[in-house]
């Protein structure tokens, strides 16, 4: 799927179509994002001998493999300063603004998993794993000091527009 069609979906649009005015503004704010966007990973792969997460929804996403990547990605707090002036001044390019860099983020994690041979990746917050993994995927990955990567105590990840997640890989 392209990053349009991604942006578009993100902003609810299913078959329909967007005024010329919307698309026009979906293109240029795709291109300040771009323009301030550090997007930047960080990963490890673990033996599923010794993962660090249990329960059914990771151990479904193994699918019996070996191996396993753990990761985390960011876009940058360049990003997050971004949509914040946007929401102060047109909540309507602050929207957009969201689709795009959640559709930006996807393509990172996607870039990544692309890399191995691999199964679909879940993240904390997904089935019963808990939101709560984040903190410990960000700590077995050094994530604050390699990609500026953290949470705060209600768990959400800073920057905002970042993932954790892990995907099995076969090998």
Request: net charge positive.
């Amino acid at each position: 799927m392209s990053r349009k069609s991604e942006i578009l979906r993100y902003l609810g649009y299913k078959k329909a179509v967007p005024r010329k005015d919307i698309d026009g503004a979906i293109d240029r704010i795709e291109k300040e994002i771009e323009s301030v966007a550090e997007p930047r990973t960080v990963k490890m792969k673990i033996s599923i001998e010794n993962m660090p997460f249990c329960g059914k929804t990771v151990e479904k996403a193994m699918h019996g493999c070996k191996k396993a990547i753990i990761f985390a990605a960011t876009l940058g707090a360049g990003v997050d300063r971004l949509i914040m002036q946007k929401e102060c001044s047109n909540i309507s390019e602050a929207v957009i603004a969201q689709a795009i860099a959640a559709a930006l983020i996807e393509e990172v994690c996607d870039k990544l998993q692309g890399e191995y041979e691999s199964y679909p990746r879940v993240s904390p917050g997904y089935g019963d794993f808990p939101l709560a993994a984040q903190r410990d995927i960000l700590k077995i990955l050094s994530a604050d000091t390699k990609i500026g990567l953290s949470t705060t105590e209600a768990l959400m990840l800073v920057p905002t527009k970042s993932v954790t997640a892990i995907f099995a890989i076969k090998e």
